[in-house]
């Protein structure tokens, strides 16, 4: 099992960047694949970027392609989103994911794991 702490969001500008990080704790965070989401008011939850157990293989959704970057560091046990460029549609409450299986997955159901939630909002 393993627990999962996101941090870093805040209130920004539109056109701003901000590093998201997830902390996990738990044991072999480097087993799992890892996922970013995120969830504006009464919208459903939407899959942001995901990465592999040893970062050789990332993927980032086409609406965030270009100004968002996934990466983890297992020595520190914790994986970033960094954003740039950002704009209000941004602003949702975004959280991290951990699931078992290496597959590329862009359903919330497919992740075993998850933290809180921090939140972003990008004024224009």
């Known amino acids: 099992q393993v627990q999962l702490v996101e941090s870093g969001g805040g209130v920004v500008q539109a056109g701003d960047s901000l590093r998201l990080s997830c902390a996990a704790s738990g044991r072999s965070f480097s087993s799992y694949a890892m996922g970013w989401f995120r969830q504006a008011p009464g919208k459903e939850r939407e899959f942001v970027a995901f990465i592999n157990w040893g970062s050789s293989f990332t993927y980032v959704a086409d609406n965030v392609k270009g100004r968002f970057t996934i990466s983890r560091d297992n020595a520190k046990n914790t994986m970033y989103l960094q954003m740039n460029s950002l704009k209000p549609e941004d602003t949702a409450v975004y959280y991290c994911?951990?699931?078992?299986?290496?597959?590329?997955?862009?359903?919330?159901?497919?992740?075993?794991?998850w933290g809180q939630g921090t939140q972003v909002t990008v004024s224009s």
């Open positions: 994911a951990a699931k078992k299986n290496y597959l590329l997955q862009f359903g919330p159901s497919a992740y075993d794991y």
